[in-house]
């Protein structure tokens, strides 16, 4: 190519504002510290919160209560978790406040099938026109609007708008969207569609794995047994294994106070060394616990 024609592709290159360019209200964007600033742990799911960079093409797009998150890619962005239907206005308010736009997001993902996390989903869909991809599991639940009767919280789990599948994806096999490539763990626990999500985030030439882990406490409506519910107990200790044994340089959860989000932040750094490892034990020793709590019974 030559030099002239070089200089013109660079210009009409720069004149295409395609999904890949970060906005200047992005780039500004800062790492948490209002977030930090403004929420607390006992926030509720629909308490506002500003959005913040967490790294590379990572961005908290959720509220103080409830996490979403918004992965940039060249060809379009991913959002993963819609929050609750009451949230879906602000998590799509603070995507366009980082000067992203609503019609660049192109898949949506979720985390585990309850109303907290995938409530507003079906709005998030109507505002982006983006496809979304669940796990086989989570397909039915998201369609329906209603939780599986196998479901732990089943008896106490509350309806929500139903949303338009497109597409299920296997776990283990990575989602891609033009440059970005997100993989789900199958992570059953909280409901039996659960994943968890990693990809990688770069900066400069620093990238880290991003692990957004599935809740995991063992908790469910009055009169449920895990002990009475063996293949779902084995699934969450496999992908208890699963989720120790993943690359992980930065963890974050559905639920931002079930991994200190807010401390870490206010630490000044969301990343630090056996994260997952840390998170996977402690949710197996509730598991255990709460095994025995049953059997005592
Ligand atoms: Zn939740």
């Known amino acids: 190519m030559s030099a002239r024609i070089a200089a013109l592709a660079t210009l009409l290159l720069a004149?295409?504002?395609s999904a890949g360019s970060m906005p200047e209200a992005a780039a500004?964007?800062?790492?948490?510290?209002?977030w930090a600033a403004r929420c607390t742990d006992e926030d509720s799911w629909d308490r506002p919160g500003p959005p913040f960079h967490v790294?590379?093409?990572?961005?908290?797009v959720?509220?103080?209560g409830i996490t979403a998150l918004l992965v940039t890619g060249e060809d379009g962005h991913v959002l993963i978790d819609g929050g609750t239907e009451a949230g879906a206005p602000l998590i799509?308010?603070?995507v366009e406040a980082l000067g992203f736009k609503l019609s660049d997001i192109k898949l949506l993902l979720t985390s585990h099938e309850h109303h907290d996390h995938v409530g507003g989903t079906a709005e998030l869909q109507r505002l982006t026109g983006a496809r979304l991809l669940s796990s086989a599991e989570a397909a039915p639940v998201l369609a329906s609007g209603k939780a599986d009767p196998a479901d732990?919280?089943?008896?106490?789990?509350?309806?929500?708008p139903p949303a338009r599948v497109d597409g299920t994806v296997t776990p283990g096999e990575p989602v891609r969207l033009g440059d970005l490539a997100l993989t789900p763990v199958a992570q059953p626990g909280h409901t039996l569609g659960a994943l968890s999500w990693h990809w990688q985030a770069c900066e400069d030439e620093v990238c880290r794995t991003i692990v957004y882990a599935d809740s995991l406490t063992p908790i469910s409506a009055d009169g449920y047994r895990f002990t009475d519910a063996p293949a779902l107990v084995e699934g969450m200790r496999a992908g208890l294994d699963r989720l120790a044994a993943l690359p992980c340089d930065l963890l974050l959860?559905?639920?931002?106070?079930?991994?200190?989000m807010k401390q870490r932040l206010q630490a000044g750094e969301l990343a630090g060394e056996g994260q997952c490892r840390a998170y996977a034990d402690t949710k197996r020793r509730s598991l255990d616990e709460r095994?025995?709590?049953?059997?005592a019974r």
Not at 28 to 34: L, N, V
Request: with cysteine; aromatic share 12%; net charge neutral.
């Open 28 to 34: 500004s964007a800062d790492r948490g510290a209002a």
């Open 253 to 260: 959860t559905p639920h931002p106070m079930a991994s200190r």
């Open 291 to 295: 095994l025995t709590k049953e059997a």
């Open 152 to 160: 732990p919280q089943f008896a106490i789990a509350d309806i929500f």
């Open 55 to 60: 790294y590379g093409n990572t961005w908290y």
């Open 15 to 17: 004149g295409c504002a």
């Open 62 to 64: 959720g509220t103080c």
């Open 92 to 94: 799509a308010a603070n």
